[in-house]
C-alpha cells in the first residue's frame, strides 16, 4: 500500500475505502479467488470462441444462443442428477469417489473425537512415510489440498471414516446437486423475436474509420496475467530448455 500511495495518493485512498478481503490475496482467508476468477473467465471465452472480428450482431446472436444452449443442456443433467437423489454433480462425485478409495490405503491415529483431530500416515513404496495432521472442525489437513479447493482430501476422508461422520457434512454447499441446478434453472431464457417486430432504435452506428488492422503474426497478449499463469509459464520454459538440450544433441523440433 506504501509503494501505491507513492506512485498515486488517489488511488491509495481509493482502494482503502475497499474492504481488503475483496481484493487482496493476503486477506482472502485462503479461498484464492484468483483461481475462481480465472474459471469464469475461461467459461466465458469458451462460450465466444469463433466469434472475434464478427459483425457486431453475429456475436450478439452467437453468444446468446451459446448461452442458452449451454444452460439448457446443463438443466437437464442436473434434473437428472436430483432424479438419481445425487449429492453432488458427476464430477465432484468422482473426485471424492477417487479420495476416499485412496483413502483406505492410509492409516489414521486419532486423537480426540470431539474435536476431531487425527493425524494420517500415508506409505509409500521405495520411499519413507509422511505424516498429515488434520482438523475436521477447521476443514484442515497439513497437505492443504483441503482448503484450497474446499473437497476433502484423501487424508480428511480417511478420518471422516474413522469418526463415523457423515461426508457431506464436510463438502461445501456450493458443489451440491441442489446449488447445480439453482445455477442453471433460475436463469430465463425467452425465445427472441423476429427482427420485423423490434422496436425501433433511437440511435445509430457509425464505422469507426481508425479501426486497427490486423497485423501478420500472432497479435501480443493484453490480458493481465496472475498466480495462475506463473506455473504454466515455468512449466512451458522447462520443458523447452530439456527440449532444446537432449543428450543426443536433437530435439523433437530436430527429429525426423
Known sequence: MRQIEGLCRGAHEYLRRIDVTKW???????????????????????????????PITAI???????????????????MNLQQRNQAWPDDVFKRIASN???????SVDLYNHSRQTASV?????????????????????????????GIP????????????????????????????ALTYTSGFFAPLADVEYWDEPNFQLRHNPGRRIRRRGRDV???????????????RQQYQAQDGAGTSGQGSRRCR
Open 221 to 235: 497478449t493484453t490480458r493481465i496475467h496472475n498466480e495462475m499463469d506463473w506455473p504454466q509459464t515455468r512449466a
Open 60 to 78: 450478439v446472436s452467437a453468444t446468446f444462443t451459446r448461452s442458452k444452449n449451454a444452460f439448457r443442456e446443463r438443466e437437464v443433467v442436473a
Open 121 to 149: 500416515t500415508v506409505h509409500v513404496p521405495g520411499t519413507s512415510s509422511r505424516t498429515f495432521r488434520v482438523s475436521l472442525l477447521e476443514r484442515a489437513c497439513d497437505y492443504g489440498q483441503w482448503r484450497l479447493s
Open 24 to 54: 487482496t490475496f493476503s486477506h482472502d482467508g485462503g479461498h484464492r479467488y484468483g483461481v475462481m476468477t480465472t474459471n469464469i473467465s475461461e467459461a466465458i471465452n469458451s462460450v465466444l470462441k469463433g466469434t472475434r472480428r464478427l
Open 153 to 180: 482430501c484423501s487424508h480428511a476422508l480417511a478420518v471422516i471414516r474413522q469418526y463415523v461422520l457423515d461426508i457431506t457434512l464436510y463438502v461445501p454447499e456450493c458443489y451440491s446437486t441442489i446449488e447445480y
Open 100 to 106: 476416499n478409495k485412496l483413502g483406505t490405503r492410509h
